[in-house]
């Protein structure tokens, strides 16, 4: 049997429940990662994700609220980190004119604060040649349809902190990139795509004829995460299949 490439490491992943997150899990902790699974509100997935394995141990707290991100350090002590995937996030729609500041605020306090917070705290917790990875997306370089103007901005504020993280960090040996999916079929977009006539447009103007999957973010995650990555920081990588050139 080969090494694992990352046997000895630890990875905290959050939104590890569902999703891009329940695929990166699942990966990393199949080259031998142990996995701090961190997930909101949905603890029988959370547990479905880890099965019986004793390389995942399992945080809840609400990313949204600096105090629930406080806790959830409080909660890891003095474990080292290798790898922080920031993947939480919301899909919500903000047409202008019609968005509430309830709205406004859980989609910028889950998609940027969140990540920032986070990444401030635990920063005494990431090792030397740590990696940081966020988690953001094509919208964050195109307008979406559906009027989504501020997950697009919330992500492209994201892809800031990332060129930014990636200067401040470099000392350290600190890598920061970002993976930026396309469409794909996720829990977060079920109700989007349940309408068969707006799944087969997103598949039509895919080039290469097919929906992106989370496997197809998480293997993007793992190079980033490897030796192989050691000398990219500070970049955005595209995974949507030519969705967006």
């Known amino acids: 049997m080969s090494e694992l ?16 997150g329940r695929a990166i899990c699942h990966r990393l902790a199949a080259e031998g990662a142990e ?19 004793p390389h995942f141990r399992l945080f809840q707290a609400d990313l949204a609220h600096p105090a629930e991100i406080d806790r959830l350090i409080t909660a890891l ?16 729609p903000s047409p202008v004119g019609e968005t509430t500041v309830e709205r406004m605020d859980r989609i910028l306090d889950t998609n ?3 990540p920032f917070w986070l990444v401030n705290r635990a920063l005494p917790l990431l090792n030397t040649g ?33 060129r930014n993280w990636a200067l401040e960090l470099a000392p350290r040996g600190i890598l920061v990139n970002a993976v930026e999916p396309g469409y794909l079929a996720t829990d977060m977009t079920a109700a989007h795509f349940r309408d068969p006539a707006v799944l ?10 097919r929906m992106s999957t989370p496997e197809d973010v998480a293997d ?10 050691r000398f990219i920081t500070g970049q955005s990588l595209n995974v949507s299949g030519g969705f967006v050139i």
Do not use: M
């Not at 996995?35 to 099965?51: T, W």
């Not at 087969?200 to 004829?209: K, T």
């Open 220 to 229: 993007v995650v793992a190079f980033l995460c490897s030796d192989d990555a």
């Open 130 to 162: 740590a990696r940081i990875i966020n988690i953001s997306s094509v919208a964050a370089k195109t307008g979406v349809a559906g009027g989504r103007s501020l997950y697009g901005a919330s992500k492209a504020a994201l892809e800031s902190l990332t």
């Open 112 to 114: 940027l604060k969140g």
């Open 77 to 92: 002590g003095d474990t080292r980190l290798d790898f922080l995937i920031n993947n939480a996030g919301v899909w919500l």
């Open 35 to 53: 996995i701090l699974l961190h997930y909101h509100q949905d603890e029988k997935a959370a547990r479905e994700v880890a099965g019986a394995s």
């Open 5 to 20: 490439r990352f046997a000895g490491k630890t990875a905290l992943v959050t939104g590890g429940s569902r999703g891009i």
């Open 200 to 209: 087969r447009r997103a598949i039509d103007r895919h080039p290469l004829g």
